[in-house]
């Protein structure tokens, strides 16, 4: 009996040691995941691109002017292509929704890789996502004056959706259910998820709608494959009448787009702002103040900008060569 208890307490003893390890070993691996985890945590990532395995990429045009035309339906911005020289990150377009309001996009992410440990799956490659920043900046068109800012990545979370933007270039504005939107194709930031939806955001409200997968890129192409021809047009027109100031090749010069969701209206993307606001005696009638602005910011950012007009009214081909004409005859 008394054999038997001291065998007992032996055991138990043996147990208490054995889960006390256990504890320890557990409790230190959990304290140095911990202690790795707060090292990579998002916010303290400031050169995460100079960090073994880690990138970062996302989004940023930055708005600097607007102004709405005589005709009070076509307007234009102007946005800083410079962008700390982040070609991963250059967006030189400016997201707009007529006449009202020009959005502003600030999108960035981590993706950090790691060897999958998953049974069966040695070797492979499985990737971590984290957002950084993603906001968004509503401007006044007519004044430049900044109304709003839009925390889109606090708006998820408060809607237990851990999704990221699909396609960095795939943001629009649209019209959704009466209320001028920030849409985007989503999907989920575990890489296991390959389910999609769509994201829209109110300007006004900030309200998110959650929608199913409408391929917004795909769309916005699709309305644009008429001008393909046109713009063909429009570089040969340009290579003939190349000036020997013009700091750009035609293809790259000038863009002309269906906008978007926005029925009747066309937009010219311009690269040589410079050169179109001192020789385009067309465009600065259609905008009084387009010069004035632009020497502002000139002398605040002492950057490259591209500027892009807006027009109404299903303005044709030639409507638009007329404009591009007045730009390069000089």
Same mark, same amino acid.
């Given at each position: 009996?008394?054999?038997?208890?001291q065998?007992?307490?032996l055991?138990?003893?043996?147990l208490?040691?054995?889960?006390y390890?256990?504890?320890?070993?557990d409790?230190?691996?959990?304290r140095?995941?911990?202690?790795l985890?707060?090292?990579?945590?998002?916010?303290?990532?400031k050169?995460?691109?100079?960090?073994?395995?880690?990138?970062?990429?996302?989004?940023?045009?930055?708005?600097?002017?607007?102004?709405?035309?005589?005709?009070?339906?076509?307007?234009?911005? $102007?946005?800083?292509? =410079?962008? !700390?020289?982040?070609?991963?990150? %250059?967006?030189?377009?400016?997201? @707009?929704?007529?006449? /009202?309001?020009?959005?502003?996009?600030?999108?960035?992410?981590?993706?950090?890789?790691?060897?999958?440990?998953?049974?069966g799956?040695?070797?492979?490659?499985?990737?971590?996502?984290?957002?950084?920043?993603?906001?968004?900046?509503?401007?006044?068109?007519e004044?430049?004056?900044?109304?709003n800012t839009?925390?889109?990545?606090?708006?998820?979370?408060?809607?237990n959706?851990?999704?990221?933007?699909?396609?960095?270039?795939?943001?629009?504005?649209c019209?959704?259910?009466?209320?001028?939107?920030l849409?985007?194709?989503?999907?989920?930031?575990?890489?296991y998820?390959?389910?999609?939806?769509t994201?829209?955001?109110d300007?006004?409200?900030?309200?998110?709608?959650e929608?199913?997968?409408?391929n917004?890129k795909?769309? $916005?192409?699709?309305? =644009?494959? !008429?001008n393909?021809?046109?713009? %063909?047009k429009?570089?040969?027109? @340009?290579?003939?009448? /190349?000036?020997?100031?013009?700091?750009?090749?035609?293809?790259?010069?000038?863009?002309?787009?269906?906008?978007?969701?926005?029925?009747?209206?066309?937009?010219?993307?311009?690269?040589?702002?410079?050169?179109?606001?001192e020789?385009n005696?067309?465009?600065?009638?259609?905008?009084?103040?387009?010069?004035?602005?632009?020497k502002?910011?000139s002398?605040?950012?002492?950057?490259?900008?591209?500027?892009?007009?807006?027009?109404?009214?299903?303005?044709?081909?030639?409507e638009?060569?007329?404009?591009?004409?007045s730009?390069?005859?000089?």
């Amino acid at each position: 009996m008394k054999r038997d208890i001291q065998i007992s307490l032996l055991l138990i003893f043996s147990l208490c040691i054995v889960i006390y390890i256990t504890n320890w070993n557990d409790s230190k691996e959990n304290r140095k995941y911990r202690e790795l985890q707060e090292k990579i945590r998002v916010y303290d990532l400031k050169n995460a691109e100079e960090l073994p395995n880690y990138i970062t990429w996302g989004i940023k045009n930055k708005f600097c002017a607007s102004g709405i035309g005589r005709d009070q339906k076509s307007y234009y911005t $102007i946005q800083d292509t =410079n962008n !700390n020289n982040n070609e991963e990150s %250059k967006v030189t377009y400016m997201l @707009t929704v007529p006449t /009202k309001y020009a959005v502003e996009v600030n999108l960035e992410m981590v993706s950090k890789r790691e060897s999958d440990s998953t049974i069966g799956k040695t070797g492979s490659i499985v990737i971590e996502r984290e957002m950084v920043e993603f906001a968004a900046s509503v401007f006044d068109l007519e004044t430049g004056e900044l109304l709003n800012t839009i925390y889109i990545d606090r708006i998820l979370k408060l809607h237990n959706l851990n999704v990221m933007p699909f396609d960095c270039t795939g943001f629009v504005t649209c019209n959704y259910n009466g209320k001028p939107c920030l849409a985007f194709d989503a999907e989920a930031m575990d890489g296991y998820d390959n389910s999609k939806s769509t994201i829209y955001i109110d300007l006004e409200s900030s309200e998110l709608f959650e929608e199913k997968y409408y391929n917004l890129k795909e769309n $916005i192409e699709s309305k =644009n494959k !008429n001008n393909l021809d046109f713009l %063909k047009k429009i570089d040969g027109f @340009t290579e003939k009448n /190349k000036r020997y100031s013009d700091l750009y090749d035609s293809d790259e010069r000038y863009s002309v787009e269906n906008f978007g969701f926005w029925e009747g209206y066309r937009k010219i993307h311009l690269m040589d702002v410079s050169n179109t606001i001192e020789n385009n005696e067309k465009i600065n009638y259609m905008f009084p103040d387009l010069k004035e602005n632009y020497k502002k910011i000139s002398n605040e950012y002492n950057n490259s900008f591209s500027l892009d007009i807006v027009l109404s009214g299903n303005p044709s081909d030639d409507e638009i060569l007329n404009i591009i004409e007045s730009d390069i005859s000089k």
